[in-house]
């Protein structure tokens, strides 16, 4: 069993970003990025699927960081 929480989804990782979850790092895989978290964000991936919300601007402001990260891999 992992002990990370991996997504492609740039929306959810820019969610669990701005959570603040710890421990984020990306990878390029075969052409594909992935967000990898603690797993102590699965519950929070969870929560965001149900409607979790959280205000715009932490959510814009986290998009924007991980377009950059996600630039510096590729």
Not at 29 to 43: D, L, N, V, W
Not at 49 to 55: D, K
């Amino acid at each position: 069993m992992e002990s990370i929480f991996q997504t492609s989804d740039p929306g959810l990782a820019a969610y669990l970003f701005a959570r603040a979850h710890p421990g984020f790092a990306t990878k390029n895989q075969q052409g594909t990025i992935f967000f990898i978290f603690p797993r102590e964000a699965e519950s929070s991936a969870e929560a965001f699927y149900f409607g979790a919300s959280m205000p715009a601007k932490a959510l814009v402001n986290a998009l924007k960081q991980l377009e950059v990260m996600k630039e510096s891999i590729q």
